[in-house]
Every structure is written in structure tokens, then in C-alpha cells.
């Protein structure tokens, strides 16, 4: 059942770092998550690795496993061959803090330009009514667990790092879609959502959604009905004057 | 004082970012305070995240018969009567405003048809009463909390051009001691992940809330944060925590894949309709119904299914007993042989709901299961077995203000002690956490405001020793590896102070934690200060040392079984053992000691919302003095006036039983500990003795509760008493055999 897998793990800080080789036991059931800890436990004791719920439902275990973006708690040790060799490094697109830990304080930094919920006024806690599909298409976005990995993948930051302060990410761009969805949402959010959050850099790869350990279709139900919107937003006169005489959605 | 600190300013400082650290913040930022939340992880990463079937509040959105009377009755009797009644009676009314506030804050619960929040059924409480958005409520509940504190941000962006003027949060930060002035909190010291830069809070409120303790044990639901921070850091300040034996086991942890195993599967799939059966294929639930719940579960599988269509008319299926009934049944199938291939029982949806219905009620259960364990949950049943979730124990608060015992020291959530009594009740401890949050925050605001300019100052010295105490694992060489002595503590505490506690076990187990902490002082973490792990669990071992140190003292203390507390050796509940909080400080040595205190007495308007024959079941006779439908001393009284001594002639009319019971027990726990089964014959007797009260007319408050169900099943208990005790001849657990039979 047990058997020794042969690991690459990235390890160093700000300044340099490389990957470094580890020999280490594999036993049945086991994800990447596992292996990293065995390594700490036995190997590298100040190996840096940031992990919560170990279930897939706090999103802090975010690396890169061969490359390829995801949760290191859900990447089941199974799906590799015993003689492969599995690297392991931090996400791309943020500054290395040390090993797997990245610098993720740019989602943050968003994360707070998204104008909050704006309720109706007059209404009061307990008098709110909703229609349960109409809950439904924000909740998919709710789902988020804030692992960023789409925000890592996301091309668009990724490989133009001039792009970060203007360009919100995928995440954030649904935070935006989230809220315009939400039935009781009062606030105007398209021109925020093109102006000052960069929907525009969006050109729908689609890549944010392939990565998504919650399996939020970010690009069809998020981004492409945002963009639509923006484009009836801007192109149609009446729902200019429309919302110029009376700001309602 | 060295000048590698970094030193901030604030009226509060929140520690831990969880739903109740949240609430605290929000709510003392509210009032007008500066305030700063210190989170162990990231911002939005706490383990609040995990809780999964919601939040209870008696909004009577689905039932229109609950209301805060019922959800208190519901809270004390899942505590078995152990909770700050206070606390209990505040949570139960406020919950409700906690939650409708959330929605303002932009949550998205799921819905009634009529549009309202909806609620789902869970365990011990009589009507649909959680708050929840599918199975991941937590993770909605932090989210929001999270953006109220952004919210505020944004406001104070508007007003001073700073979004953290007023509200700050510091992320990747671990608070090592809280600092004092003479008796009042003057501030924290701690350090930074990214890079150990030494961090000191000045402040004159520190609102603790760092959740629970569950990493002390190797079968957890806990995430790596849960190392009893709070508890530790409160008792270091000297602060006291009441009954810390009462830890919650959850019935249903993910049992495999090992690297899984402990993992949470929510209640809810039982709250929808899942059932647990035997590796027999039997429900085996309905043969440990304890007489304390009898008359509220249903005793045929037929009637536990028609209750969830018609709850009116059917009582509850037994598999929505309260956790530590539903824990300990699970731990004695398993050891009467009748478990599953790896060690757990079988939890099926699969065959009670199509497959459509499981994806959409329980998402993430299904994606769980279907990626770590390669199972699907809407074909085949789940294995599932207890794993430790939570800690009833905790910092001794004051109901109102949260305040613990030493000055300007608060604490909300699963740190502080009292609410949920023995046992919590799925769903309360999100609701808990709202309601104590917002009243810690409220508390450290008011305590502020009467200080005026009397503020406490940090001594220098202190904040030297602090740094010391951090450095010494990195600077001693050459010592033992951490993670080593982590692991020997979890299988320790597992094995030794886990869901059926002994006596021998207990004792060993406080002379193993006498060694681990002498380990623990020559710890070595290589590496550097920048987020070093291993370094990390070395300051967090002190703290896991000092709680278990707690739990395995009281547990040995306390002689009797109570909710999250099972004594093989003592297997019933002790009315006079009801009336002690076991309250735990630190001696001059550092070592937990333990004082026996009164629990608070419960008001006559709120004991007047159970029967009397209930009440019965769980105090003395003088405490029930006085109380409305109280009979003149009979038999009974007499009974439970010589609680814990040995019952006379008066139980003559159950010593047949009881003979009965003992020869059971005997069987079952053989040649183990001969001498429990006398003490369990005894207490058994006096339970039965008690049953003729059974009839006792109903309170007036108790009408207004839908009370027709309740009455009409009164003459079925001779019948059903008689079923468990033929069921516990099964039991190898005289514990659980005890569960049955009594």
C-alpha cells in the first residue's frame, strides 16, 4: 500500500530560493497536503505551507502541483504514478513570502474596493423577502472560498503584472456580479464594474473557471453576464435616460 | 524593552477572526472604539468556515409554534442542565436579531416559499430551527462578517482617507501572552508570521476568541489553529475556565481515508433524512433512546419517517438525539463488533432522498466524499464515526458582558465556557458566536467608557519576558523535534481522555502530560523567525499542554457522565454532581488546579417552562421547592433527596429492574470495573423511581408549546423502558448498556 515517493518542493524566500529533492512515504488515501506535512513532521520542519480545514472548504492550501493550479488538501496522491515525480511550488502570480507561502495581500487590496451590499433603506432586519431562485445565482458565487487560485491563473495578471492595479481579477469581478445580482442590492455597479475594476481585461479563456476547486462557472455566469450588461449598459439610450430620471435596477 | 518590537495603539484588540472575533470587532468598532483583529491565518480562513448546517434562531420561519422559550428548553436539555442559564436564555431570544442582521450585511440564506430565511431540522431541537445556505453556512457567515468589517473600512476610507483607521486587521499574527497592569489587561504580545517581527498591542480591552482545543486529540473535525490558544493565554492572565472535561465528540467524522479521518459530515444529512445503521443493516439508534429523551423520539421506524412530513403528529427519529447520545451509541456498535470495514457505521442518504435532492441539500458533503474518499454519496452510505469538534468548557464569563474574571478581559465563542452547558446542540454554536460577539464587543466598549483616562500601562518588563519565552525554541539547540511530542499528545489525549473516559486511563494520562511538559521546554525549531512552523507548534505545544492539562483533571474530577462527558466508572448523571462547575486556574507552579463552584441557579420563570417530572430527572428536590405542580414530598422525593447515597427500601418497586440492569452489566463489562455496576444499579434505580411522576400536571408556560405530543406518549414509557433494557443486553459498553437501560 505505502510506497516512497520521489517530491520537488520549492524552498527559499523573497531573495532566492530552488527546488529541492525529498524521498518520502506515501500511504493509502493520501493528498499532496499529506506529504507536505510528512516532510515537516520528519524532513523539514520549517517547511512554510499555509492550510486550514484540510477539507477544501477554507481555500488556504493553494500551490502548484506539476504546474498546474489547485488545492493541495483535494489532489489526491492516486491520481499520480508511483515513479512520477511530483513538484510542488508557490503560486506564480504573487510575491514568495518563503516555500509555498505567497504574498496574497493583493486580493485583499480588492477585495476592499468593491463597494459593499447597499439594502433599501427603509427596510429592516427580519423584513427581508427573497425568492429562493432568485438567491440562487449569487449563492453559486457565495461558494468561494477565496483560494485565488483563479486569481493566480488568470492570465490577464499573471503574466502583465502592470495590470494589477487596474484589473480587479476574476474573483473580484464576481464579487461585483455577485452583488449585482443580489434581489435587494441598491447600488449601480456596472460602470464600477468596467471603470474601476477592469472587466474589460477579462477576454474569457476561461481558465479561471477550469481551475475552481468549488466548481463556480466564474466566466459563463459571472463575467459574460456582467460584460453583456455593461455593453446594454453603455449602448442603449434608454436605459440611460431610464436610469437617469429614476436610479433603480 | 527591546526596540525589535513593533507597538501599536488600541481600544480593543480581538483576537481570533471567527465568527465570534468578527462580531466582537464589528460591534466595538460600532460603539465608536479603535479596534484590532488579530487572526492566526488569513483574513476569512478561521475555522467558522467549516461549520456547516447553520445557525439557530427561533424565528418560527418554518414552524410557527418555536419561539425563544422553546429553544432555550431545547438548549438546557441538550446541556443536561449544566448551562449558565443566562447564557442560554440570552442566546435563545437574541439569536434571532443576529441573524436577520446578517441579511442587512448582504448574507444570502436560503429561502422559505413565502420567502423567508428558511430553517432546517437538526439534532435536539423540537423545530426546524437552522439558518443555513445549503451545507456550507459557515463559510456565508464569515464571508459577511468579513465584509462588515470591510464595510466599515470603506467608511472610514471616506471620512479619514485610511480604509484601517479604525478597524485593523492583522493577518498571520499569533498572540503569545496577554500583558497586565496590577489586575487589568494593559495589552498583548505576539508576533508576525511573514517574518517574526515581535509585535506589542497596547490596550485596555482584549476580546478573546479563539475558538476551541481539538488539536490536543489525533481524531479531530479541528483545523490546525484550534490549539487552545484563548484558553491558555486566559489562564496565564489568571482568568478561569469552567468544565473543561466536557468536550463534544461529533457523532460523525469521515473515518476513511486515514488522512481524512475526523473530517466533518454535517449533521444535516441526518437533519434531511439520513439514517445510520449497523454493519447488521439495523437502525440502531432506536435501542439507545435515553429516558431523559424518551418521550420526544419516535420508537418505530415507521413513525420516524412519517415525522418528516408531518412533525406534528410523529415524534423525531432517534438518529436526532443530541450529539454525545448519537456519539456514544455509534462508539458501542463499533464495539460490539457491528462496525463498519474501517472501524465506523454506515450513514445512508443514498436510499432516502434521489440523488438530485443530495446534490442539491448537501453540496459539499457530496463533493467531500467524492473527492477524498471515492464515494458517492447518492449511491452508497457513508462510513462515518465520532471525532472531537468542540469544547463546552471554557472561559468563566459573565452572561451579559462576556467579561471573565480578571479586568478588561473578554471572551465569545467556543473559548469562553457556560452556554451549552455538558453538550452543545448542532447549531447553536454559530448563533452563540453572534450573540456573545456583538455582547463582547458591547462589554469592552462599556469597560472602556468608565476607565475615562485611567488607562493601564504595559510594563516593559513584561514584554521582555514575552520575547523571551517566543525566542527559546529557536534558540535552543540540539532539543527534540516538536511535532514529535505533538503527535504523542493527540494519541495520548485520544486514547487515554477520549469519549469514555476511566479512571486508571485519566490518571495516566495526567502523569503522561507531567512529562510532554518538561519535553517541551528543551524544543528545538530550526530555520529562521519567517514563517516557520515548526517554530510555530513549539509556542502553540505550551498551550495544548496547559488545556489538556485542564481537561484531563476535571475528567477525572467529575464522577459522573454528562453530556460531553462519559465516566465508564460513574456512567449516570448525578443530580448533586448538576449543581458543580468544576472551575480550573493556574497554581504557583503553572499547573492547572481545580475548584468546585455552585452553577448558576436557573430562575423560576425559566424553570417553569419544563415539567416538573423533567426537571426531576435532573435535580434535587430542594431546588424544585417552590415550583408550580411540585406534590407534596412522596416516594420520589424522598428518592432524590438521597441523591449519590445508597437507595433503601423506598425503590423497592424498580429493584427488580435494577437487578436486572446489574446482571446486564455485569456481562457486559466483565471483569473491567466490577465495582461501577453497584453505583449504576443504584442510580438506575433512582432514575425508574422517578418515572411515576411521569403524568404530573403540565406547567402553565409549558402550554403554549404545542404540549399534545408530549402528553399523549405517557403511556407508553413502562413499554419502552422495558425495550432498552432488553436492548442494552447487547452492549459490550457498560457505559452505553447504562444509556439504555436507565
Known amino acids: 500500500m505505502s510506497y516512497k515517493a520521489k517530491f520537488k518542493v520549492w524552498r527559499g524566500d523573497a531573495g532566492e530560493g530552488s527546488l529541492e529533492d525529498y524521498g518520502v512515504e506515501v500511504n493509502e488515501g493520501e493528498v499532496v497536503l499529506d506529504i507536505i506535512h510528512r516532510l515537516q513532521a520528519t524532513q523539514a520542519p520549517d517547511m512554510a505551507v499555509r492550510w486550514n480545514c484540510k477539507a477544501g472548504k477554507c481555500g488556504s492550501c493553494s500551490a502548484e502541483v506539476n504546474g498546474v493550479p489547485r488545492l493541495m488538501c483535494m489532489t489526491r496522491m492516486s491520481t499520480f504514478t508511483e515513479d512520477e515525480t511530483i513538484t510542488v511550488t508557490p503560486l506564480r502570480t504573487f510575491p514568495v513570502i518563503r516555500d509555498l507561502v505567497t504574498d496574497v495581500s493583493f486580493n485583499y487590496t480588492k477585495a476592499r474596493e468593491v463597494a459593499s451590499f447597499e439594502p433599501p433603506a427603509e427596510l429592516k432586519p427580519g423584513d427581508y423577502r427573497m425568492a429562493q431562485v432568485d438567491v440562487e445565482r449569487s449563492q453559486e458565487f457565495r461558494k468561494c472560498i477565496e483560494c485565488f487560485l483563479c486569481q493566480n491563473t488568470c492570465h490577464a495578471v499573471r503574466d502583465h503584472e502592470d495590470n494589477k492595479d487596474h484589473f480587479a481579477g476574476p474573483r473580484f469581478l464576481m464579487r461585483v456580479a455577485e452583488l449585482d445580482m443580489h434581489p435587494l442590492d441598491t447600488r449601480e455597479r456596472r460602470n464600477e464594474a468596467q471603470e474601476d475594476h477592469g472587466l474589460g481585461f477579462c477576454n474569457i479563456t476561461k481558465c479561471c473557471t477550469e481551475v475552481c476547486p468549488e466548481h463556480i462557472k466564474i466566466t459563463d455566469n459571472a463575467l459574460i453576464p456582467m460584460k453583456e450588461r455593461v455593453a446594454d449598459r453603455k449602448y442603449d439610450p434608454l436605459v440611460w435616460l431610464g436610469n437617469k430620471i429614476a436610479r433603480r435596477k | 524593552m527591546s526596540t525589535d518590537t513593533l507597538t501599536y495603539e488600541y481600544d480593543v484588540v480581538v483576537i481570533g477572526a471567527g465568527g465570534a472575533g468578527l462580531r466582537a470587532a464589528i460591534e466595538a468598532r460600532a460603539q465608536g472604539r479603535s479596534v484590532a483583529i488579530i487572526c492566526k491565518s488569513l483574513f476569512g480562513k478561521a475555522h467558522t468556515v467549516m461549520a456547516e448546517g447553520g445557525a439557530a434562531a427561533a424565528m418560527g420561519n418554518v414552524n410557527a409554534n418555536d419561539n425563544w422559550q422553546v429553544h432555550f428548553r431545547d438548549t438546557m436539555r441538550g446541556g443536561k442542565f449544566l448551562n449558565n442559564p443566562r447564557?442560554?436564555?440570552?442566546?435563545?431570544?437574541?439569536?434571532?436579531?443576529?441573524?436577520?442582521?446578517?441579511?442587512?450585511?448582504?448574507?444570502?440564506?436560503?429561502?422559505?416559499?413565502?420567502?423567508?430565511?428558511?430553517?432546517?431540522?437538526?439534532?435536539?431541537?423540537?423545530?426546524?430551527?437552522?439558518a443555513h445556505v445549503g451545507d456550507r453556512t459557515g463559510l456565508e457567515l464569515i464571508r459577511t462578517l468579513q465584509q462588515a468589517v470591510v464595510s466599515f473600512q470603506q467608511k472610514d476610507f471616506r471620512e479619514h482617507g485610511d480604509y484601517e483607521a479604525r478597524i485593523k486587521v492583522f493577518a498571520e499574527h499569533t498572540i503569545t501572552r496577554l500583558l497586565l497592569d496590577g489586575d487589568r489587561i494593559a495589552g498583548a504580545f505576539g508576533y508576525r508570521r511573514e517574518d517574526g517581527q515581535f509585535v506589542l498591542f497596547k490596550a485596555p480591552a482584549v476580546v478573546l476568541a479563539t475558538g476551541g482545543i481539538g488539536k490536543s486529540y489525533k481524531v479531530t473535525s479541528n483545523s490546525w489553529e484550534y490549539t487552545g490558544d484563548g484558553h491558555a493565554l486566559a489562564l496565564l492572565a489568571g482568568a478561569t475556565l469552567i468544565n473543561m472535561e466536557c468536550i463534544q465528540f461529533h457523532p460523525t467524522g469521515m473515518v476513511w481515508p486515514p488522512s481524512v479521518k475526523g473530517i466533518l459530515v454535517t449533521e444535516s444529512v441526518r437533519g434531511d433524512g439520513g439514517v445510520l445503521r449497523n454493519s447488521e443493516g439495523k437502525r440502531f439508534m432506536f435501542g439507545y433512546v435515553p429516558d431523559v429523551f424518551r418521550k420526544q423520539y419516535a420508537e418505530t421506524e415507521e413513525e420516524a419517517d412519517r415525522w418528516y412530513t408531518d412533525p406534528d403528529h410523529n415524534r423525531r427519529p432517534p438518529e436526532l438525539l443530541p450529539r454525545d447520545e448519537v456519539a456514544r451509541s455509534i462508539n458501542s456498535e463499533v464495539k460490539a463488533g457491528r462496525g463498519t470495514p474501517h472501524g465506523g457505521v454506515f450513514l445512508d442518504i443514498a436510499s432516502r432522498l434521489p440523488a438530485e435532492e443530495v446534490r442539491r441539500r448537501l453540496p459539499s458533503m457530496y463533493h467531500q466524499f467524492k473527492e477524498l474518499a471515492d464515494v458517492d454519496i447518492t449511491a452508497e452510505p457513508m462510513e462515518v464515526g465520532p471525532t472531537c469538534h468542540y469544547v463546552m468548557g471554557g472561559v468563566e464569563v459573565d452572561p451579559d458582558t462576556a467579561a471573565s474574571s480578571v479586568l478588561g478581559l473578554f471572551a465569545a465563542g467556543e473559548v469562553a465556557?457556560?452556554?451549552?452547558?455538558?453538550?452543545?446542540?448542532?447549531?447553536?454554536?454559530?448563533?452563540?458566536?453572534?450573540?456573545f460577539g456583538r455582547r463582547a464587543g458591547l462589554g469592552a466598549a462599556d469597560y472602556i467608557a468608565r476607565l475615562e483616562q485611567d488607562r493601564p500601562e504595559v510594563q516593559d518588563a513584561d514584554v521582555d519576558a514575552a520575547r523571551t519565552e517566543a525566542l527559546a525554541p529557536l534558540e535552543f539547540e540540539a532539543g527534540e523535534n516538536p511535532y514529535t511530542v505533538h503527535s504523542e499528545l493527540q494519541q495520548t489525549m485520544n486514547d487515554?481522555?477520549?469519549?469514555?473516559?476511566?479512571?486508571?486511563?485519566v490518571a495516566a494520562a495526567i502523569e503522561k502530560l507531567g512529562e510532554f511538559r518538561e519535553r517541551r521546554e528543551k524544543l528545538s525549531a530550526p530555520g529562521s523567525r519567517t514563517f516557520n512552523p515548526g517554530w510555530h507548534l513549539a509556542l502553540d505545544l505550551r498551550?495544548?499542554?496547559?488545556?489538556?492539562?485542564?481537561?484531563?483533571k476535571a475528567a477525572l474530577e467529575r464522577q459522573e457522565s454528562r453530556g460531553g462527558h462519559t465516566r465508564e466508572d460513574y456512567p449516570v448523571m448525578s443530580a448533586t454532581w448538576r449543581k458543580v462547575n468544576l472551575v480550573c486556574s493556574l497554581d504557583e507552579q503553572g499547573r492547572a488546579k481545580l475548584e468546585h463552584k455552585p452553577v448558576p441557579t436557573i430562575r423560576h420563570d425559566l424553570l417553569e417552562l419544563f415539567e416538573v417530572s423533567e426537571l426531576r430527572k435532573y435535580m434535587t428536590e430542594e431546588e424544585l421547592a417552590g415550583l408550580p405542580g411540585m406534590e407534596p414530598a412522596d416516594e420520589a422525593v424522598e428518592v432524590a433527596a438521597v441523591e449519590d447515597e445508597v437507595v433503601e427500601a423506598e425503590a423497592e418497586a424498580v429493584e427488580a429492574e435494577a437487578a436486572e440492569v446489574e446482571t446486564v452489566e455485569a456481562e457486559a463489562a466483565e471483569a473491567e470495573e466490577p465495582e461501577a455496576e453497584a453505583v449504576e444499579a443504584e442510580e438506575a434505580a433512582e432514575a425508574e423511581a422517578e418515572e411515576p411522576e411521569e403524568s404530573e400536571a403540565q406547567s402553565e408556560a409549558e402550554s403554549e408549546d404545542a404540549p399534545e405530543a408530549e402528553v399523549s406518549e405517557t403511556a407508553e414509557i413502562p413499554a419502552q423502558a422495558e425495550a432498552d433494557a432488553t436492548e442494552s443486553v447487547a452492549d459490550v459498553s457498560a457505559a452505553d448498556g447504562e444509556e439504555g437501560a436507565k
Open chain 2, 417 to 435: 465556557g457556560g452556554m451549552h452547558g455538558s453538550n452543545r446542540l448542532g447549531g447553536n454554536s454559530l448563533s452563540d458566536l453572534l450573540v
Open chain 2, 87 to 130: 447564557m442560554a436564555e440570552l442566546h435563545a431570544k437574541e439569536a434571532p436579531d443576529r441573524v436577520w442582521e446578517l441579511e442587512e450585511w448582504g448574507a444570502l440564506f436560503d429561502r422559505t416559499k413565502d420567502g423567508k430565511i428558511s430553517q432546517r431540522n437538526f439534532g435536539g431541537h423540537e423545530y426546524p430551527r437552522l
Open chain 2, 496 to 505: 487515554l481522555v477520549g469519549i469514555i473516559r476511566r479512571e486508571h486511563e
Open chain 2, 543 to 552: 498551550n495544548m499542554l496547559l488545556v489538556s492539562d485542564c481537561v484531563a
